[in-house]
């Protein structure tokens, strides 16, 4: 078996202006594989995907949907986006 299970999942989110100036916004989440299926809710890896929530280590698919997408590489690249624009406008 392996030893080291830790993991992490990248999301870059591409901005490219009307000048044609491309912007990265990237997101990373880590966390390990698990040797389990834990939870029923999502999809794809989120049973096996696990990361620390509050001292506790739980999978994607059992923290819920709310709480996942706050923490997950997707959401961390958004925000960043956003963040961009808002100091744009």
């Known amino acids: 078996g392996v030893e080291d299970r830790s993991a992490f999942f990248i999301t870059d989110l591409c901005y490219i202006d009307k000048q044609g100036k491309v912007s990265h916004y990237v997101g990373k989440v880590k966390g390990f594989i698990g040797k389990d299926l834990e ?4 999809f794809g890896y989120d049973p096996i995907f696990l990361v ?3 001292g506790k280590i739980e999978s ?3 923290l819920g949907e709310d709480i996942k997408n706050k923490m997950s ?4 690249a ?3 986006f956003c963040a961009f624009w808002k100091a744009k406008k």
Do not use: D, K
Request: glycine fraction near 12%.
């Open 78 to 80: 958004f925000n960043s």
């Open 39 to 42: 939870g029923a809710n999502g």
């Open 73 to 76: 590489h997707r959401a961390n």
């Open 60 to 62: 994607f698919a059992t």
């Open 52 to 54: 620390e929530y509050e």
